[in-house]
């Protein structure tokens, strides 16, 4: 591997600086303050691609509102174990945030994260019969017990304004409402964390991309800069998003030789008509269309970017063969070899039912994005409203039972046999799970380390990683003290 003749010897490399890369380096720089951990990242500001604001929903997944991880059995019941998980990652992540703000190492929280109740929509006998059973389901819960269930046209209408308050016919509607809801805006995090890892010792390297890498018989990786630099590192942490799957094929890692990426974008319709952010103070999320995969759940979000409040409807379907939304072109046909071609033809095929959506989102007209948008606002002025193109994700396609399928809509994890290199690969609901994800990892890799560096973290954080939803009186104690310090409505 040539260099420039500059070589530097680090005891990990994180490749990434969105919110899993930072949320990595900021760890690890306050547990190992002695190693040397250096971040790149391709791009010039941390946090720019699916971590940024307009890339992404800044949901703050934590189950509250998302039909997606409640499914329903055969017989009507529905399971609420992802939810359960999820938002007892969520707390892991809000705890972690909330310390941070507390000692100031992350400036004021609320430039970040805000509380905007979360709501569930149905708009059809069937669905809310499907909510009243989710409800029923997790409200059960200590995680979810201050939840809400309502077909009630006044408490509807006091809910949800923009939604509600010009209807007369209520028949086949109800909704669900949590207040314990946020609005996160992961790029602002991401950049604040990578700022705590560099005031703890880390080294940040900013619009410089990763060439190659490879592993020398020591275990340890060499790995080639756009710059020429070539750095040695004992421990790799890749998270570089879309980038992240060909960088660890062209490295030889074996657990990934027959995945294959399938890219999909989103689109939004964004206003910021004063009048109707005004009326709409949530997040809600309805059920999907007929025949629709999951991932296309449409939501009605109040967003704040910079200070300045937004409503975001979508998604709507796009695509593009990039990987990352800087990415090429060629991302996706480059991305086809020998030893996974058979997974992405097995994708394809078993997945019609996505394949179709594309198309059918493909060939939307303006018009047809209005019409789904009245099914949350009864009145809407298409002059409010512009369209906007949200980051990429990489759905990963991997062989399951000898079947190439796309894997879901969730986080893939990959840890090499020698327990030197960890990445993260897919999306949601990675962001707001992404200290949880992180501290699991760091778990697989550094197995004789991991027990001091849960308990240096819970000598500030008593309940951390804890079961909260066991423990109704913890959980009050975390709600009460995160909120606080993230300046929160809990």
Not at 267 to 287: D, G, I
Not at 444 to 464: G, K, N, T, V, Y
Request: hydrophobic fraction near 45%.
């Amino acid at each position: 591997m040539p260099s420039n003749g500059t070589e530097r010897l680090v005891d990990v490399l994180v490749i990434g600086a969105g919110i899993i890369g930072s949320t990595t380096a900021s760890l690890l720089a306050e547990l190992e303050p002695d190693w040397d951990i250096q971040v790149v990242d391709a791009l010039d500001e941390a946090g720019l691609e699916s971590s940024y604001g307009w890339n992404n929903a800044g949901t703050g997944h934590a189950g509250l509102c998302e039909f997606n991880y409640t499914p329903a059995a055969a017989d009507g019941t529905v399971d609420p174990a992802s939810a359960l998980k999820i938002h007892e990652q969520f707390l892991v992540s809000a705890q972690y945030w909330a310390r941070m703000a507390a000692s100031g190492r992350v400036g004021n929280p609320g430039d970040f994260i805000r509380s905007v109740p979360h709501c569930s929509y149905a708009h059809t006998e069937e669905w809310v019969e499907f909510l009243k059973a989710r409800h029923t389901a997790l409200s059960a819960h200590a995680l979810f017990a201050d939840m809400e269930f309502s077909a009630d046209p006044a408490t509807l209408k006091s809910w949800l304004p923009a939604m509600f308050q010009g209807r007369a016919d209520f028949t086949g509607l109800a909704a669900t409402r949590s207040a314990l809801g946020t609005d996160v805006d992961y790029g602002i995090l991401s950049q604040r964390l990578l700022a705590d890892a560099q005031n703890h010792g880390a080294s940040v390297r900013l619009g410089v991309k990763v060439k190659k890498l490879k592993r020398l018989p020591s275990g340890h990786w060499r790995v080639l800069l756009s710059t020429g630099q070539v750095i040695t590192a004992g421990f790799v942490f890749a998270a570089a998003g879309g980038g992240t799957l060909p960088l660890l094929q062209q490295a030889g890692i074996c657990e990934t030789s027959e995945m294959g990426g399938f890219p999909i974008s989103g689109q939004f319709l964004r206003t910021a008509n004063p009048e109707l952010v005004a009326r709409h103070r949530a997040k809600a999320y309805s059920h999907p269309a007929p025949g629709a995969p999951p991932l296309s759940v449409p939501h009605l979000d109040l967003r704040v970017m910079d200070g300045k409040e937004y409503l975001m409807f979508g998604p709507f379907g796009a695509f593009s063969p990039r990987f990352m939304k800087s990415g090429k072109l060629w991302d996706l046909p480059g991305s086809v070899t020998s030893k996974n071609l058979t997974t992405l033809l097995g994708a394809a095929k078993n997945g019609t039912e996505m394949l179709r959506f594309f198309i059918g989102e493909l060939l939307r007209t303006p018009a047809s994005r209005i019409r789904d948008l009245k099914v949350f606002l009864p009145e809407v002025n298409p002059d409010d409203w512009e369209l906007i193109t949200a980051g990429q994700r990489v759905q990963v396609a991997k062989q399951v039972d000898g079947r190439g399928l796309i894997a879901g809509f969730g986080t893939e994890v990959v840890l090499n046999s020698e327990k030197t290199l960890a990445a993260v690969l897919g999306a949601s609901p990675g962001a707001s799970a992404s200290v949880s994800v992180v501290l699991d990892l760091l778990a697989e890799s550094f197995p004789r380390r991991i027990d001091s560096w849960l308990q240096a973290l819970r000598e500030q954080m008593p309940h951390f990683s804890d079961t909260l939803n066991e423990s109704p009186e913890d959980l009050a104690t975390v709600r009460r003290e995160a909120g606080a310090a993230l300046k929160l409505h809990w």
